[in-house]
T-cell receptor, first 116, second 108 residues
Framework: ETGVTQTPRHLVMGMTNKKSLKCEQH?????MYWYKQSAKKPLELMFV???????ENNSVPSRFSPECPNSSHLFLHLHTLQPEDSALYLC???????????????FGQGTRLTVV | DAKTTQPNSMESNEEEPVHLPCNHS???????IHWYRQLPSQGPEYVIH???SNVNNRMASLAIAEDRKSSTLILHRATLRDAAVYYC?????????FGKGTRLHILP
């Protein structure tokens, strides 16, 4: 148990569906992250929120829409996805770094997404 | 972002020490060296980090070269549960960028 909880753990959705992934942390962190991990590929950073403000959007298609309503919760809204979007989606949290990098991040177990 | 270079895979025998190398020749003065590992079917897990001095914690030790252009993660006594992908990352701000990492195989 890392203190970062992701739901659901598994999700199967059609290409015309709309679904949301949820991430929750109660570690007192104020930076949160979404990553995508496809088979046999490195983790890809998708979005970074620092103090509930999006500070990084790594050229992610608009069919992925993040939302950070407060420092404890992060959502990833999904719509009209493609089969190649099937992957493990990981959430992480950390203390906000600003211009330093001296704090560790904690990761959830991930949501295994399959788009059919 | 400064890049790191790690071997794709390594093998080690159970109950022996493991030295996982990482090269980061373009590291800047403000980059912290972080190590994470990812066990099968799990999210990454923090292992250790440092700036200039060697670091020890309950999981591992981190040896940092004097010029900071390389570092080594040391697992003092590997167990089968240490089989994972180990990532060496340079961090200077809110971003955490992962490379391909080293897949560590532990032989019983």
């Amino acid at each position: 148990e890392t203190g970062v909880t992701q739901t659901p753990r598994h999700l199967v959705m059609g290409m015309t569906n709309k679904k949301s992934l949820k991430c929750e942390q109660h570690l007192g962190h104020n930076a949160m992250y979404w990553y995508k991990q496809s088979a046999k590929k490195p983790l890809e950073l998708m979005f970074v929120y620092s103090l509930e403000e999006r500070v990084e959007n790594n050229s992610v298609p608009s069919r992925f829409s993040p939302e950070c309503p407060n420092s404890s919760h992060l959502f990833l809204h999904l719509h009209t996805l493609q089969p190649e979007d099937s992957a493990l989606y990981l959430c992480a949290s950390s203390r906000r770094q600003g211009s330093r990098g001296d704090t560790e991040a904690f990761f959830g177990q991930g949501t295994r997404l399959t788009v059919v | 972002d400064a890049k790191t270079t790690q071997p794709n895979s390594m093998e080690s025998n159970e109950e022996e020490p493991v030295h996982l190398p990482c090269n980061h020749s373009t590291i800047s003065g403000t980059d912290y060296i972080h190590w994470y590992r990812q066990l099968p079917s799990q999210g990454p897990e923090y292992v250790i980090h440092g700036l200039t001095s060697n670091v020890n914690n309950r999981m591992a030790s981190l040896a940092i070269a004097e010029d900071r252009k390389s570092s080594t993660l040391i697992l003092h006594r590997a167990t089968l549960r240490d089989a994972a992908v180990y990532y060496c990352i340079l961090r200077r701000d809110d971003k955490i960028i992962f490379g391909k990492g080293t897949r560590l195989h532990i032989l019983p």
